[in-house]
């Protein structure tokens, strides 16, 4: 494969605002919690909350699976398969799979590029937390939703617990870092207009999510979430080599996804990228 180049990376910031309750589920074998069937994941060293990023990340490629009407080829474990690109051909025409990466393996070993997208974990913010911390909760900074499952023939019930942060908690700042390359050889230009359309995939992930849910029980009422107070910052290469280069800055603090997607923040970075 020809060399690879990185022109810069994208830096996506913002705030998750849990509009109904949340539950990402954690190991419930290593909770000191009796009675909860279904236990959130927590910060080991301060059994705070969080969002892992591979949780927003997986929900979001998920999503654009179905989006994109990528076929499900890949099995992995036993009840779970993805869409994987099996020849250099296919993987150029995937958008989901140049984002988010592929095994560089049989026909694809040495034919793909750098995975794009970074998601990071993303932690309750400071005013969550002491909103939280003074609250009447069930659990630290949770609530216990109780759920009954009715038989439809007897009408037997059986009651099952489920923990959640409440609605109205705020997770931030999120990150998602994008990074541009581009091939020895090619049209710089034409290529990096092709590497910001691969972010524009990602804020179609993300207004998919936002129409969907994140995590377990989303059609039962979890997991609606809002991507609110959305920047976006370009880090070009010349950022790297001179300290004293500035940051590019798109968006502010009210910013959500459908604003972001409208803005021309391509031309801004493609000039940005050449000095202009």
Do not use: W
Not at 85 to 96: A, D, F, G
Not at 128 to 135: H, N, Q, R, Y
Not at 161 to 175: D, I, M, S, Y
């Amino acid at each position: 494969m020809p060399s690879i180049q990185l022109h810069g990376k994208i830096f996506l910031k913002g705030t998750i605002n849990a509009l109904t309750g949340l539950h990402i589920g954690g190991n419930t074998g290593e909770l000191d919690i009796g009675g909860i069937d279904n236990a959130i994941i927590r910060n080991a060293f301060n059994r705070q909350p969080y969002i892992p990023g591979s949780s927003l990340r997986g929900k979001i490629r998920s999503l654009l699976d179905r989006h994109f009407g990528k076929e499900m080829n890949n099995p992995v474990g036993s009840d779970v398969k993805l869409h994987e690109p099996k020849t250099p051909e296919e993987y150029y025409t995937c958008p989901i799979s140049q984002v988010f990466g592929v095994a560089p393996i049989k026909q694809l070993k040495g034919k793909t590029m750098p995975t794009r997208v970074i998601v990071r974990d993303t932690f309750l913010t400071d005013e969550s937390l002491a909103v939280l911390d003074k609250a009447d909760t069930d659990t630290d900074f949770t609530e216990i939703k109780t759920e009954v499952a009715i038989d439809r023939i007897t009408s037997a019930a059986t009651p099952r617990q489920q923990e959640r942060v409440p609605a109205g908690a705020k997770f931030g700042p999120f990150q998602i870092v994008h990074s541009l390359y581009t091939q020895h050889g090619t049209d710089h230009d034409n290529q990096l207009q092709e590497e910001l359309k691969l972010f524009d995939t990602v804020l179609k992930g993300m207004e998919l999510l936002q129409d969907d849910y994140l995590g377990g029980s989303g059609s039962r009422g979890s997991g609606q979430i809002a991507f609110e107070k959305l920047t976006m910052t370009f880090k070009s290469r010349e950022c790297y080599e001179d300290p004293d280069a500035k940051l590019i800055t798109i968006g502010d603090e009210n910013t959500d996804i459908a604003t972001l997607r409208k803005l021309d923040y391509k031309t801004t970075i493609l000039n940005a990228i050449n000095g202009e």
